[in-house]
C-alpha cells in the first residue's frame, strides 16, 4: 500500500528536476503521463477507479502527494 511507499522517492522517479512540495509540476518536469503512472504505482488494487479529472487541480507537487494518498487510502479500503 501507498503509505509504504515513500512518495518523495516514487516521485523523483518520473521527475526531471529537485523539487519540494512547493515545486510546481511542471517545474518538476512532470507530466501528465508521469502522473497517470505514479497513480497507478500508488493505487496498487487493480480494480481501483482513478479520477484523472483531478489533476486539473493538482498545481504542486505537495498536491500531487495529496492526491496520491487518498487513492493509496482508496485501494485499502477496496482491499478489505
Same mark, same amino acid.
Given at each position: ?13 518520473? $521527475?526531471? /528536476? ?5 515545486? !510546481? !509540476? /511542471?517545474?518538476? &518536469? *512532470? @507530466?501528465? *503521463?508521469? *502522473?497517470?503512472? *505514479? $497513480? ?14 483531478? %489533476? ?5 507537487? &505537495?498536491?500531487?502527494?495529496?492526491? !496520491?494518498? @487518498? %487513492?493509496?487510502? $482508496?485501494? &485499502?479500503?477496496?482491499?478489505?
Amino acid at each position: 500500500m501507498a503509505d509504504i511507499l515513500d512518495l518523495d522517492v516514487a516521485i523523483a522517479r518520473h $521527475a526531471t /528536476a529537485e523539487f519540494d512540495d512547493s515545486t !510546481l !509540476l /511542471a517545474d518538476a &518536469g *512532470l @507530466e501528465s *503521463l508521469s *502522473l497517470i503512472r *505514479l $497513480a497507478v504505482e500508488t493505487a496498487t488494487d487493480e480494480d481501483a477507479e482513478i479520477d484523472a479529472t483531478r %489533476l486539473v487541480d493538482i498545481h504542486t507537487i &505537495g498536491d500531487l502527494k495529496v492526491w !496520491l494518498r @487518498e %487513492l493509496a487510502v $482508496a485501494a &485499502g479500503a477496496q482491499e478489505s
